[in-house]
């Protein structure tokens, strides 16, 4: 019998009704009285000088009412991918807005933005991340890369070891770190089984069904405005768009808008833009992106090539790991390349490490996160690394994971050591699998069976949460962040176990940034993580001071009341009781002399909580044409505490099928000139629910020290281990190993030609 009433139970997610009729309102959906609608110019060029902009046929467009370039805007230094403005005096890659026409109706704006005509002089452009490091290449910053901080804290993605390289130098080269531990060439010396591989993947776009958009409507009384927005940081924005438009951060007012899928693309990057056009125009303006625009000028994950060696001894123990990655990061700087030489080695243990990196840039739009940025590269390098060293010295691959995987108490990537974690019961779980155990028959049938594992650190970022208690009994619970993955219903349990109230009454807001307490940014794995506790603390004060008016109405001790169905009673006498909302309402009267019940939590969460999820792929393989048919995935996942099994469960299989996207369809791909050529989703592939296979979830729980209840982030992990398994299971199949991705026909094809 479980020890909790609500904690555990699958739940319907509370808005899901809402979704599915369409009647939950997204930022598109919003119109304010005056309200302008927005639509980009976007550049045709990867690089090249901007010799004039001509807007008077678009004015000659009914609707529309204005065209802005940067000259009607102030001069803001574009120092990162959050602070993008309209191009000053030259264009850095295709899809760079250049000017934005503000029309009556979406229709009339998007008809101007066909009639401005720009006129450019092309420049050569620095297209792929070889050019960028060519001997004579072109340099996309030529004064200098701009230093300004990218998203990738916001994901908790520490990249560790020292940066290098001489900053007095201008080149494409944005950062370089290098991390060693040990003595690395004398234990590959020692070793007794080397495995090196080098492995590629491209830019892959986050792709939600829902794209990026704002409403901003200006305060003239401040200099300041209310932004609407699919956004994953409330107050991250709040504090861009503040210093972007020159203002104390109290005058900007942001709400975060119910988001139909962000995956790490929304943690900003337009916003500011958006506040200084709405400031200029002095009326509301929305900005909706197109398909197109999202592929073209949004912030795709970067395409990262990763280096990968391991030694071992003969008994399987692992005594080196190197890793050196390059990753292409667009036009602006991020620490992501550094993030993936550390995932590299971050959960086995080995006592001799050089992890490197080096981040260039490109003409080409800048890259951000995406759900566990970097890390299903990091693990398709060392797990497929470790099936092969499997092979060689002749052991189980499941086995070898098992003798050189972390274990609490092992030290930690970041410093510390590792704390409680679940790494060896996610691949004993694994190991039970029919899929797993079963593997030889599935061979036996020309079909192949392959195993990964991957690991999530999780975030960190401090949060707080109020909680009331309102006159018709409903407990109404308050914190600051976005809701993307139904994150609405765990808090709610969460609050329902701690008060000792059903769920159904327990009433979920998401606020402005004036009015919520502060709440981090979704992403990262750590929402429910680091602001459960809070959510409960809020809870438990609650009931504290409801208790407290129970008890000297009933003039008995706090500790001999009992909340039960809706009432305080007295432990052992159920006819002495008061309905929740009766004590609420004496609390919110004239004339009152209780203070009203208004709990409130905070919480600073400094100790991560690190969660995995080991995946089994069987495929097939068409040796003729070489096409990959997933025909079974299984998700087992370590969670720390299921809070609601429901919603893991479906964060288990979207983050699988978007890995299987990662394994065999997607590809952001460019000419030598720079333009996208999967710039639709008629060119950019991604899975359906076909392609998808069926995917078979098995929760696993270890619960760890700090969440809420034992819980541990759920969203990051699921998404980095499929392209391993998926390559693991094309290797038993064909016995070719895939480097590249995606897997797809034609690689394998000429893969298999090869072999």
Sequence with gaps: MSEFSFVGKPTPVIDGPAKVTGNLKYTGDLKLAGMLHARFVLSTYAHANITGVDGSAALDVPGVQRVLTCDDLPDVTPSSRARLMLARGRVIFVGQPIAIVLADTAAAAADGAEAVEVDYEPLDAVTSMDDAVAEGANIVWPNGIPTGAGDEAAHGADTGGESEGDEEEVSNIAGQTKMETGDVDAAFAEADVIVERSFDTPMVHQSSIETQGWVAQPNPLNGGLTMWGSIQSPFGVRYDVAEVLGVPESDVTVYGMPVGGAFGAKFGLYEGLVGLVATAAGRPVSLILTRGEELLSTNPAPALRIRGKLGFKSDGTLIAMQSDVTADTGVYPSGLGGFAAMQFASFYRSPNLRLESTNVVTN????????????????????????????????????????????????????????????????????????????????????????????????????????????????????????????????????????????????????????????????????????????????????????????????????????????????????????????????????????????????????????????????????????????????????????????????????????????????????????????????????????????????????????????????????????????????????????????????????????
């Excluded at 940025?373 to 690394?385: D, I, K």
């Excluded at 391993?724 to 298999?752: C, D, F, K, S, W």
């Design 364 to 755: 080409k739009q800048s890259v951000g996160a995406y759900r566990a940025p970097t890390s299903p590269t990091a693990f398709m390098a060392v797990e497929t690394l470790f099936d092969e060293a499997a092979a060689q010295l002749g052991m189980d691959p499941v086995e070898l994971r098992l003798k050189n995987a972390a274990r609490s108490g092992d030290p930690a990537p970041d410093g510390g050591d590792f704390p409680v974690i679940g790494m060896v019961e996610t691949l004993e779980a694994a190991r039970e699998h029919p899929l797993w155990k079963n593997r030889e028959a599935s061979r036996a049938k020309g079909r192949g069976v392959g195993i990964a594992i991957g690991g999530w650190m999780g975030g960190l970022e401090p949060g707080a949460s109020v909680c009331k208690l309102n006159r018709d009994g409903v407990l109404q619970v308050q914190i600051g962040t976005a809701d993307l993955s139904g994150t609405p219903t765990s808090f709610a349990q969460l609050a329902a176990e701690a008060y000792g109230v059903d769920v159904d009454k327990v009433r979920f807001v998401y606020s402005d940034t004036d009015s919520a307490p502060y709440g981090g940014g979704v992403g990262g794995s750590k929402t429910l993580y680091t602001l459960g506790n809070a959510v409960i603390r809020a809870a438990e004060d609650a009931r504290r001071q409801t208790l407290a008016i129970a008890a000297e109405e009933f003039e008995v001790s706090a500790e001999d009341l009992e909340i039960v169905d809706g009432r305080v009673q007295v432990r052992g006498f159920p006819d002495r009781s008061v309905p929740l909302g009766d004590l609420a309402g004496k609390a919110m009267t004239f004339g009152g002399r209780y203070d009203p019940i208004h709990g409130s939590g905070s919480q600073a969460v400094t100790d991560r909580a690190p969660s995995f999820c080991a995946q089994i792929a069987e495929v097939e393989v068409d040796e003729e044409t070489g096409e990959v048919n997933l025909l079974n995935l299984a998700v087992v996942q370590e969670v720390g505490r299921a809070i609601n099994p429901l919603t893991v469960e479906g964060q288990m299989q979207g983050g699988a099928v978007q890995g299987v996207g990662w394994a065999l369809y997607e590809e952001m791909r460019y000419d030598d000139d720079g333009q996208l050529l999967s710039g639709s989703w008629m060119d950019y592939a991604m899975p359906d629910a076909v392609q998808a296979s069926p995917i078979q979830t098995q929760i696993v729980e270890v619960p760890s020290i700090s969440g809420p209840f034992g819980a541990r982030g759920v969203g990051e992990p699921p998404v980095i281990p499929t392209v391993a398994a998926i390559a693991n299971a094309v290797a038993h199949a064909t016995g070719v190993r895939m480097t590249q991705t995606p897997m797809t026909a034609p690689r394998v094809l000429e893969a298999l030609e090869g072999r």
